[in-house]
């Protein structure tokens, strides 16, 4: 079946760095792969989403390239700040389908 | 613009006991509806999704059942709740009629099962 795989559970950065989490996925359908971060006692939000092989997707200094050669969506940052602290979370649909799956979540704390 | 609403906020519940979560969208006609359940620090489970009024599809077996009675309401319900049951409900809705699109989360429903 489809899965989606996060391999860190946790990662800890001083504020002002980079960071990379890391997203691969398997699936035998034309993907869909999307970020959402869900900061504590909230409900997740989209932070990006992409269907298109090799091109970059940005938003509030986040960014991530859907590679299909390595079935990779890696999200990065350049420069990490305290309110990025939340739970991300690295998720693949179907085109024209219903069915979400989602990856087991990377919990990300930034320190002052 | 388009607003989610889950009732309750939370609730504490007996094992055996029946249970009913509710959500409704609002400014959105037709839209795609899923039930998600998240345990404590956990990953998103989609439960159950929902293409129009008095059609739902099951993604995984819970125990669980879910209805979508009108057009802007989608209800999760078992009769028996188990201690597993406990966590985070989560409504969500999506705004292309073919699917594969944004999940739109509503503020969800905080459960415990004791």
């Known amino acids: 079946g489809d899965s989606v795989t996060q391999t860190e559970g946790l990662v800890t950065l001083t504020k002002g760095l980079p960071v990379m989490l890391n997203c691969t996925y398997q699936t035998t359908y034309s993907p869909f792969l999307f970020w959402y971060v869900q900061h504590l006692n909230e409900a997740p939000k989209l932070l990006l989403k992409?269907?298109?092989?090799?091109k970059r997707t940005e938003h509030q200094g986040f960014y991530a390239t859907l590679h299909k050669s390595s079935s990779s969506f890696h999200l990065q940052k350049s420069s990490v700040q305290l309110s990025d602290s939340a739970l991300y979370f690295c998720?693949?649909?179907?085109?024209?389908?219903?069915?979400?799956?989602f990856g087991s979540g990377t919990r990300l704390l930034v320190s002052p | 613009a388009q607003t989610i609403h889950q009732w309750p906020v939370a609730e504490i519940k007996a094992v055996g006991s029946p249970l009913s979560l509710g959500c409704t969208i609002k400014?959105?006609?037709?839209?795609?509806l899923y039930w998600y359940w998240q345990a404590t620090g956990g990953t998103l489970q989609q439960l159950f999704y929902?293409?129009?009024?008095?059609?739902v599809e099951s993604v995984v077996q819970l125990n669980l059942s879910a209805s979508r009675p009108k057009d802007d309401q989608f209800i999760l319900s078992t009769e028996k709740l188990l201690l597993s049951h406990s966590g985070f409900y989560l409504c969500a809705w999506s705004p292309l009629p073919q699917g594969g699109d944004t999940q739109y989360f509503g503020p969800g429903t905080r459960l415990l099962v004791l």
């Open positions: 992409s269907s298109t092989d090799n």
């Open positions: 400014g959105k006609s037709s839209p795609n």
């Open positions: 929902s293409i129009t009024v008095g059609q």
């Open positions: 998720a693949l649909s179907e085109s024209g389908g219903y069915k979400v799956v």
